[in-house]
């Protein structure tokens, strides 16, 4: 089992920054890949950005390139989603996940750990 942890979420004004954070537990997470995704009211969840927890490969969604980064901290065990130049759009519902394979993908259901969400709201 890997439990997973997010925090730092709240309310930011349009073009502001935060910083999100996954904290990690539970299995060795050097076959993983580790992803972010977001969820708006009635919408479905969508990939955000992600990467191998070994290795420096990332991916990212075309609405985030430029101004979100995603990184870890092996020694701390966790995840971090940068997010700059925030925009209302990007106002949702973040989660953290975990995926048994190599590649970084980007679907939902490929993925078999989820962290419970921390909310972002961006206002305009």
């Known amino acids: 089992q890997v439990q997973l942890v997010e925090s730092g979420g709240g309310l930011v004004q349009a073009g502001g920054s935060l910083r999100l954070s996954c904290a990690a537990s539970g299995r060795t997470l050097n076959r993983y890949a580790m992803g972010w995704f977001r969820q708006a009211p009635g919408k479905e969840r969508e990939f955000v950005a992600g990467?191998?927890?070994?290795?420096?490969?990332?991916l990212y969604a075309d609405s985030v390139k430029g101004r979100f980064t995603i990184s870890r901290d092996n020694a701390k065990n966790t995840v971090y989603l940068q997010m700059n130049n925030l925009k209302p759009e990007d106002t949702a519902v973040y989660y953290c996940?975990?995926?048994?394979?190599?590649?970084?993908?980007?679907?939902?259901?490929?993925?078999?750990?989820w962290g419970q969400g921390t909310q972002v709201t961006v206002s305009s």
């Open positions: 990467m191998r927890w070994s290795g420096s490969s990332t």
């Open positions: 996940a975990a995926d048994y394979d190599i590649v970084v993908r980007s679907r939902p259901r490929d993925y078999d750990y």
